[in-house]
């Protein structure tokens, strides 16, 4: 069964760092796009990084700097590097990935908070 299965979130002060992991399964991600989404507790969700499959990379103006996208498609996996977090990162994380055929699969979403 194809699915990406998410891992690293959690509880880290302002200034920490965290990283995500999302493994993909039953599919190669080589060819896939992929991505990074969150979503705060009454808000839209809201893409944060995006790598093509070719390697261009795009980041949310309030992560650039302090987030980077990845992957290890030996491993098939992705993930999202974030540093000197903060408050307003608080959210619930899903990564992503399309194919060319517009093929796409949702991660479960890992909780990360940040304290002040």
């Known amino acids: 069964q194809e699915q990406l299965v998410e891992s690293g979130g959690g509880l880290v002060q302002a200034g920490g760092s965290l990283r995500l992991s999302c493994t993909a399964y039953?599919?190669?991600?080589?060819?896939?796009?992929i991505g990074w989404f969150r979503q705060a507790p009454g808000k839209g969700r809201e893409g944060v990084a995006y790598?093509?499959?070719?390697?261009?990379?795009y980041y949310e103006a309030s992560v650039k700097g302090r987030f980077t996208i990845s992957r290890d498609n030996a491993k098939n996996m992705l993930y999202l590097q974030m540093n000197s977090l903060n408050p307003d990162d608080s959210a619930v994380y899903y990564c992503y990935a399309v194919g060319a055929a517009s093929d796409e699969y949702w991660g479960q979403g890992t909780q990360v908070t940040v304290s002040s």
């Open positions: 790598s093509s499959s070719s390697g261009s990379t």
């Open positions: 039953g599919f190669s991600l080589d060819d896939y796009a």
